[in-house]
């Protein structure tokens, strides 16, 4: 009986110490991960900012057009997550982000998951891409592409398509695209293009994975 006791104890302080490990891989109720995240809000808006507050912004949101041209959101590499240069209702803006795929990294050290806010029918797409050093822009073959929908918005992982450029940069005419990743070497000035049509409010979270 009392090996029995013991055991089960045993047992139900296992689960309680996996618990913490387990929470931080554990989906909420609106499709995203539990636990520590940086958040960054793609705001859409009738007109430029111009300056009206636009730098002193809190470090998680940057302005586009909700209406209208491309905004160039520029990538730069660092230690941290956090936003430089908040206005992209001039066409461009600038983003710091932690090199996805550090040294000879594999699979991306954050997981980024977006899902669209606001009143239902607008649409945005978003695609990474480069600028080469003889002032061409190269856009990926893959995007990320959302509609508000009425309801309850739920968060979706697109990794895969914000920290890679899925291109084909060779003169051979023959198609066989390359996946690169963000901040490769073999690469040039890197950006996200960001094509906003009504929607109020992208969201996006970043999610450090724990080694």
Same mark, same amino acid.
């Given at each position: 009986?009392?090996?029995?006791?013991?055991?089960?104890?045993?047992?139900?302080?296992?689960?309680?110490?996996?618990?913490?490990? +387990?929470?931080?891989?554990?989906?909420?109720?609106?499709?995203?991960?539990?636990?520590?995240?940086?958040?960054?809000?793609?705001?859409?808006?009738?007109?430029?900012?111009?300056?009206?507050?636009?730098?002193?912004?809190?470090?998680?949101?940057?302005?586009?057009?909700?209406?209208?041209?491309?905004?160039?959101?520029?990538?730069?590499?660092?230690?941290?997550?956090?936003?430089?240069?908040?206005?992209?209702?001039?066409?461009?803006?600038?983003? &710091?982000?932690?090199?996805?795929?550090?040294?000879?990294?594999?699979?991306?050290? /954050?997981?980024? @998951?977006?899902?669209?806010?606001?009143?239902? =029918? =607008?649409?945005?797409?978003?695609?990474?891409?480069?600028?080469?050093?003889?002032?061409? @822009?190269? /856009?990926?073959?893959?995007?990320?592409?959302?509609?508000?929908?009425?309801? &309850?918005?739920?968060?979706?992982?697109?990794?895969?398509? +914000?920290?890679?450029? /899925?291109?084909?940069?060779?003169?051979?005419?023959?198609?066989?695209?390359?996946?690169?990743?963000?901040?490769?070497?073999?690469?040039?000035?890197?950006?996200?293009? @960001?094509?906003?049509?009504? +929607?109020?409010?992208? &969201?996006?979270?970043?999610?450090?994975?724990?080694?």
């Amino acid at each position: 009986m009392k090996k029995t006791i013991i055991l089960a104890a045993a047992l139900v302080l296992a689960a309680l110490i996996l618990v913490p490990a +387990l929470a931080a891989t554990v989906e909420t109720g609106n499709g995203a991960p539990n636990g520590a995240h940086y958040n960054l809000n793609i705001i859409g808006v009738p007109k430029e900012k111009k300056g009206d507050g636009v730098m002193d912004n809190d470090g998680h949101r940057i302005f586009v057009k909700l209406w209208g041209a491309d905004t160039k959101i520029w990538l730069v590499a660092g230690d941290s997550f956090n936003v430089i240069d908040a206005d992209g209702t001039d066409g461009s803006a600038r983003l &710091q982000l932690m090199d996805p795929y550090p040294g000879d990294t594999t699979t991306s050290v /954050y997981k980024i @998951y977006v899902r669209a806010l606001g009143t239902p =029918g =607008g649409k945005m797409g978003m695609t990474t891409g480069f600028l080469d050093e003889f002032g061409n @822009y190269w /856009y990926s073959l893959e995007s990320v592409n959302l509609t508000r929908s009425t309801g &309850q918005s739920k968060f979706t992982d697109k990794t895969l398509e +914000l920290t890679t450029i /899925y291109v084909d940069i060779t003169a051979d005419g023959i198609d066989n695209p390359i996946r690169y990743n963000l901040f490769d070497n073999a690469l040039y000035s890197y950006f996200w293009d @960001y094509d906003n049509s009504g +929607l109020k409010l992208l &969201q996006m979270r970043f999610y450090v994975i724990e080694a």
